[in-house]
């Protein structure tokens, strides 16, 4: 059987981390629904970051990436330092399968917030999609530094 590289195993600890986030996201869930409705209740020119990235994730979760963009892009156009945005936008860009705009996104992402251990695990799988496996390598790296760090990821809303 192959040995698996580090990118490869850098790989399942994003997946591992990514299922917790997931399992985060349900808990705040009441939360989440109550603050999109919110959102969706102000004339567009009027919403905060904060409402823009609701939106853009309750868009994204529901598989409208178009509209997602777009909530993401007036969160950016708020708070260009949005890490929250950026994540966004790379995500839609990865559902998509453009993997150097997620890439490129993700890394305006941790550059907005280093701290945030679940950028770096999403920049090190786009940089393992592109076949650069050492970079990848040291994404997953700093992404197990920071979890150990146990830090909480910083909060983007204004």
Do not use: C
């Not at 909530?71 to 950016?76: E, V």
């Not at 860009?93 to 280093?114: F, H, I, M, N, V």
């Not at 770096?120 to 799988?125: A, D, K, M, V």
């Not at 592109?130 to 997953?140: V, Y």
């Amino acid at each position: 059987m192959r040995q698996l590289s580090g990118a490869m195993l850098g790989l399942l600890v994003v997946l591992a981390g990514m299922q917790g986030a997931h399992a985060q996201q349900r808990a705040s869930g009441d939360a989440h629904r109550s603050a999109v409705q919110n959102a969706e209740r102000t004339p567009p020119s009027r919403r905060t970051e904060r409402q823009h990235l609701a939106l853009g994730q309750a868009h994204y979760s529901a598989g409208r990436l178009d509209e997602a963009a777009q909530a993401a892009d007036a969160a950016i156009k708020r708070n260009p330092a949005s890490a929250e945005g950026w994540r966004i936008r790379g995500d839609v860009a990865r559902e998509r399968g453009d993997w150097p705009a997620a890439l490129k996104a993700y890394e305006r992402a941790t550059r907005s917030d280093p701290r945030r251990a679940d950028l770096e695990l999403l920049r090190g799988q786009a940089l393992m999609e592109l076949g650069r496996e050492r970079e990848a390598d040291q994404a997953f790296a700093r992404y197990r530094s920071l979890q150990h760090m146990q830090v909480v990821p910083a909060g983007d809303g204004k």
